[in-house]
């Protein structure tokens, strides 16, 4: 499917089962190991009402920024490479040092814009200056350091879909047990063909 078929996807539809607005991030690829996988950020407009939908950015927020094809790019560039890491920490191999560079590049600039605040629940805050459209990338560099910081990594997991999803997720379930990006979706697509074959 192509990325002029994305109107079918409506970024208010899309479900957000990461349960990490890291993992949301790197879920924006739909059916990522589909011939043709439809990219969610396709645009600016796409952009804006997906930091919209996630709270990365409020409504206002959203519309106020600038999203020029740059920064499109480096959203695209930083989701492959977090991707990448996230990847190889499921699958328990080396992390790549490319991608490990790269969502490290992404952390230091978060770090550098956030200041001082001891009013704020976390004694930092963003400033106004702040705004623009890198800054949810930013939040989703410090979402994927409290991911990799926090959480049990066995609990971070890829959807059990043989085919061509590939989404990831973190399994909040009581016994670790989830396998699928969403049971309403991959998960009932599995159960549909366990039906058929017996």
């Known amino acids: 499917m192509s990325a002029a078929?994305?109107?079918?996807?409506?970024?208010?539809?899309?479900r957000l089962d990461g349960g990490r607005p890291c993992l949301d991030f790197v879920n924006t690829i739909h059916d990522r190991f589909a011939a043709v996988p439809v990219d969610y950020l396709s645009g600016p407009a796409q952009y804006r009402e997906w930091c919209a939908r996630t709270g990365l950015l409020s409504r206002q927020e959203a519309?106020?920024?600038?999203?020029?094809?740059?920064?499109?790019?480096?959203?695209r560039n930083f989701r492959e490479h977090l991707h990448a890491l996230l990847s190889a920490r499921i699958d328990r191999r080396a992390l790549p040092a490319s991608s490990l560079r790269h969502c490290d590049r992404w952390l230091h600039r978060a770090w550098s814009t956030l200041t001082l605040d001891p009013a704020s629940p976390e004694a930092l805050s963003?400033?106004?200056?702040?705004?623009?459209?890198?800054?949810?990338?930013?939040?989703?560099?410090?979402?994927?350091?409290?991911?990799?910081?926090?959480?049990q990594p066995q609990r971070l997991k890829r959807c059990a879909s043989a085919d061509s999803c590939g989404w990831l997720f973190y399994d909040d379930s009581r016994g670790g047990r989830r396998r699928w990006c969403s049971m309403?979706?991959?998960?009932?697509?599995?159960?549909?063909r366990r039906f058929r074959r017996s």
């Open 5 to 14: 078929a994305l109107p079918k996807y409506s970024i208010a539809g899309i």
């Open 184 to 192: 309403e979706a991959c998960g009932t697509v599995e159960k549909m």
């Open 63 to 75: 519309d106020r920024i600038a999203v020029t094809a740059g920064v499109l790019g480096e959203a």
């Open 126 to 151: 963003w400033p106004a200056a702040a705004l623009d459209a890198r800054l949810p990338l930013k939040r989703i560099a410090l979402s994927a350091l409290e991911l990799l910081k926090v959480t």
